[in-house]
């Protein structure tokens, strides 16, 4: 089965998408620092939060390849 078309823009929207929403933990990370949870449920917490975001941005980055991975740099510089 040969990618092209819209199968190829399909996986191109949804793998932009998926690295822009793995961005999107960063500013969680501040939100953990004030939980009230104890400083090892914290950090549990943000080691499970640093895996979805590298997670969400490998699969991305497979997807959409490096054309996607490049076109969102730009939109995000301005």
Do not use: N, Q
């Not at 932009?16 to 933990?25: E, K, Q, R, Y």
């Not at 549990?44 to 054309?67: D, Q, V």
């Amino acid at each position: 089965m040969a990618f092209g078309g819209a199968d190829r823009r399909v996986r191109f929207i949804v793998g932009v998408a998926f690295i822009a929403v793995s961005l999107l933990v960063y500013p969680a990370y501040l939100v953990i620092a004030f939980l009230p949870f104890s400083g090892t449920i914290k950090l549990r917490i943000a080691l499970l939060a640093s895996l979805l975001s590298w997670g969400l941005f490998g699969a991305g980055l497979c997807l959409s390849g490096r054309e996607g991975y490049e076109w969102l740099k730009r939109r995000l510089r301005g």
